[in-house]
């Protein structure tokens, strides 16, 4: 397609485009990447396969994994002049915003940001995954005023991710089965969701004929946002609030439920989904079941557990169809990892740019693709002159 096609899905919401790479049904409940549940996926399958079904379009055989695996160990590490860009941030810049400068800065490293064939775009997409999570490791480090840790090229990619986090010079840190699973659930959860903000954002600037790395910098920017991928680090506070004793769980819902208060339930709404969201079902179980793996319990949890229960027993949430979303217990998980607050929207980056570098490919690909270029309904002054400054009122 390379006009704008109008759908209304009935809850207001207008298509702007089509797209082959993620399927949601709000009213069902349903999402799939490239047709395979995401159920399936979350259970069986790792960030990384789940990246090539995204980017690639189908399951990736052994020897498609073997070769993918190996250009994201060769593509792991940063060109040495880019830590010069690191010594520049404050120690407390938030890695936000060092993420989305560092993926704009890689176009001037990377050989791969312009590439005419399929070879030169896996090049760039297993650059692309594998430089996110050493950028977001490094500015980790950083912020904490330590060496930055190595990838290490015997680990997968969510145990060398929590590798390059959580190592020191004197101690490896080793990633349990069931972290790394946990980690792994995480990040194919977070992979791709259709024409969300920072995807559309994504996409826009793609359509400019902007290269990889600058149409991803401008996604990472659009997930900061506290409605968007800034709300899991936002749920967390809000638990945390409850659980100072601030308010009780039953206050804070009635506050919300009073406009006045311009609170949100934070990890609760969604634009599409309408009765439950499935990523934040299958999030509530596994943080049940990685805290139980741990032996420990997390009040905020308990809170979460509450606070859920309450909303969806009054029908200020139910009548307005709003269930907890992917962020509301996606922030469990990530402290029970030892993640700290600051990086889950990082996290939920890494996680979601498999889906960014697909939607960026296929509007790259489209055959006659035009620029976005949406109109406005124009409601400022009518026709008036230009009155020299003397005269005017
Ligand atoms: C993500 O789009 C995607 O796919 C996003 C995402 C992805 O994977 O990319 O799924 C990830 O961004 C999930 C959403 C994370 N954000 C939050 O949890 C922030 C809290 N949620 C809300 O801000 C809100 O629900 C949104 C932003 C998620 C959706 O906003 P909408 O669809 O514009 O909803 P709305 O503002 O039109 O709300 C409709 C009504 C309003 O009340 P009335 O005016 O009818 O009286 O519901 C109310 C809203 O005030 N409402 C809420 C609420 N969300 C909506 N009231 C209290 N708490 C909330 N969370």
Redesign the pocket.
Same mark, same amino acid.
């Given at each position: 397609a390379t006009g704008l096609i109008t759908l209304d899905d009935g809850y207001g919401n207008t298509g702007s485009c089509e797209s082959a790479i993620t399927f949601i049904d709000g009213e069902k409940g349903i999402l799939r990447y490239r047709g395979v549940p995401i159920e399936d996926l979350a259970a069986r399958s790792s960030f990384i396969e789940t990246a090539e079904l995204l980017i690639f379009g189908s399951l990736p055989d052994k020897e498609q994994r073997d070769e993918f695996r190996d250009l994201l160990t060769e593509n792991s590490s940063l060109h040495r002049d880019m830590r010069k860009h690191f010594d520049g941030f404050p120690v407390n810049a938030h890695p936000m915003s060092i993420l989305s400068s560092m993926i704009n800065a890689l176009q001037s490293y990377e050989p791969h940001q312009e590439f005419d064939d399929e070879a030169g775009f896996r090049r760039a997409a297993a650059s692309l995954l594998a430089k996110t999570r050493t950028i977001a490791a490094a500015s980790y480090k950083s912020h904490l005023g330590q060496p930055v840790t190595y990838p290490r090229y015997d680990l997968p990619y969510a145990e060398n991710f929590l590798h390059m986090m959580f190592s020191v010079p004197y101690r490896d840190y080793e990633a349990t089965p069931e972290v790394a699973h946990a980690l792994n659930m995480f990040l194919v959860l $977070?992979g791709d $969701?259709?024409q969300?903000?920072?995807?559309s954002t994504v996409r826009m600037v793609a359509s400019s004929q902007a290269n990889l790395f600058a149409s991803v910098s401008a996604g990472v920017n659009a997930l900061w946002g506290? !409605? $968007? @991928?800034g +709300?899991n680090m +936002? /749920?967390i506070e809000m638990l945390e609030r409850i659980n100072e004793g601030d308010l009780t769980a039953a206050e804070y819902v009635a506050k /919300?439920k009073d #406009?006045s208060s311009d609170v #949100? !339930?934070? @990890? =609760? @709404? $969604?634009? /599409?989904y309408r009765n439950f *969201?499935p990523r934040a079902k299958i999030l509530k179980e596994a943080a049940d079941s990685l805290l139980d793996s741990m032996h420990v319990t997390d009040p905020l949890l308990d809170i979460a557990r509450e606070v859920e229960q309450i909303a969806l027993a009054d029908d200020y =949430?139910t009548s307005?169809r !709003?269930y907890p979303? /992917? *962020? =509301?217990y996606s922030g469990i998980i990530l402290r029970a990892i030892g993640i700290p607050k600051d990086m889950f929207t990082v996290l939920f980056g890494i996680g979601?740019t498999p889906g960014w570098i697909a939607h960026w490919k296929e509007v790259h690909d489209n055959p006659g693709q035009r620029i976005y270029r949406p109109r406005q309904i124009y409601t400022g002054e009518p026709l008036s002159e230009w009155v020299p400054q003397g005269e005017r009122p």
């Open positions: $977070h $969701h259709e969300n903000c920072s995807t506290r !409605l $968007h @991928g +709300a +936002a /749920v /919300v #406009k #949100k !339930l934070m @990890g =609760f @709404g $969604h634009r /599409v *969201d =949430f307005r !709003l979303n /992917v *962020d =509301f979601r």
